[in-house]
């Protein structure tokens, strides 16, 4: 049987979470963002372990020598534009992370819309050792027009 004190208490429990939810790392200035927030990164886990993790693997510590790790990847923090226009458009030829040189061609993937290279980039900056906040699909499209061919 449920009380009006159990029914306030549910509220109380329910307020927090999302409260706090609002506040995990990764989510600083977000604001009412946050819902969008969530909904970016969790449909970006999806789209990352379906497109990028079988090279670049789940922890995102990379493969080898042969694919860079994204996890605690100076590469990353420095080039946010060129990794929006690497999920798309891939890359050839050599690029440095963290002092280490690789020349494994990455293959783009052109079939993704700009919404889901937003929630695959906002994933990947706010997960391991990233907490870069949201990157909206308006940044996406930006960057993406941008992009060489």
């Known amino acids: ?3 009006n004190r159990s029914a306030i208490l549910v509220i109380i429990i329910g307020s927090f979470s ?3 939810v609002a506040c ?3 989510n600083q200035n977000q604001g009412e963002n946050s819902v969008k927030f969530q909904q970016y990164f969790v449909e970006g886990e999806v789209l ?3 497109h990028c993790a079988n090279c670049h693997q789940t922890d995102g510590a990379g ?3 042969v694919y860079p790790p994204l996890n605690k990847s100076d ?28 020349n494994q061609p990455m293959a783009g993937i052109p079939s993704l819309t700009d919404l889901e290279v937003a929630e695959i980039t906002t994933y990947i900056y706010n997960s391991w050792s ?3 906040g949201l990157v909206d699909v308006s940044v996406a499209t930006s960057v993406l027009k941008e992009c060489m061919d």
């Open 130 to 132: 990233h907490q870069q």
């Open 63 to 65: 493969l080898g020598r």
């Open 75 to 102: 590469f990353m923090h420095e080039n946010l534009n060129e990794v929006i226009c690497l999920i798309k458009k891939g890359k050839q030829g050599e690029i440095l992370v963290n002092g280490v040189m690789y």
């Open 48 to 50: 990352y372990k379906q």
């Open 1 to 3: 049987m449920i009380t």
């Open 18 to 20: 999302i409260g706090w």
């Open 24 to 26: 995990a790392p990764g």
